[in-house]
């Protein structure tokens, strides 16, 4: 059974960074194309970034120039740099595979990010 684990959230001030790590059991990450998503309160979970297998990334516009999703392949893991955070990067944050237009595992317990003014 695959489990993904997100670790890496905390506290940090606007303008801070922060890194997200985001590790699998039962899967090899680096057969799929992996996502980054968030849930702020009160509002649905929603796309951040993706990295296909082969390395293409891409970033909702709200993140550019500001994160950047890479793979660590000996490690397991998916990684979002996230830097200049702002207080709207406030959410818990959660990775996933991409699959047709859905995700392919049942989602982690993610890792809260908050970012104070």
């Known amino acids: 059974q695959v489990q993904l684990v997100e670790s890496g959230g905390g506290l940090v001030r606007a303008g801070g960074s922060l890194r997200l790590s985001c590790a699998a059991s039962g899967v090899n990450l680096s057969d799929n194309t992996m996502a980054w998503y968030r849930q702020a309160p009160g509002k649905q979970r929603e796309f951040v970034a993706r990295?296909?297998?082969?390395?293409?990334?891409f970033y909702t516009n709200s993140v550019k120039g500001r994160f950047a999703i890479f793979r660590d392949n000996a490690k397991n893991t998916v990684d979002l740099q996230m830097n200049s955070l702002k207080r709207e990067d406030t959410a818990v944050y959660y990775c996933n595979a991409m699959y047709d237009l859905g995700t392919k595992y049942n989602w982690g317990q993610g890792t809260q990010v908050t970012v104070s003014s």
């Open positions: 990295i296909s297998s082969s390395g293409w990334t």
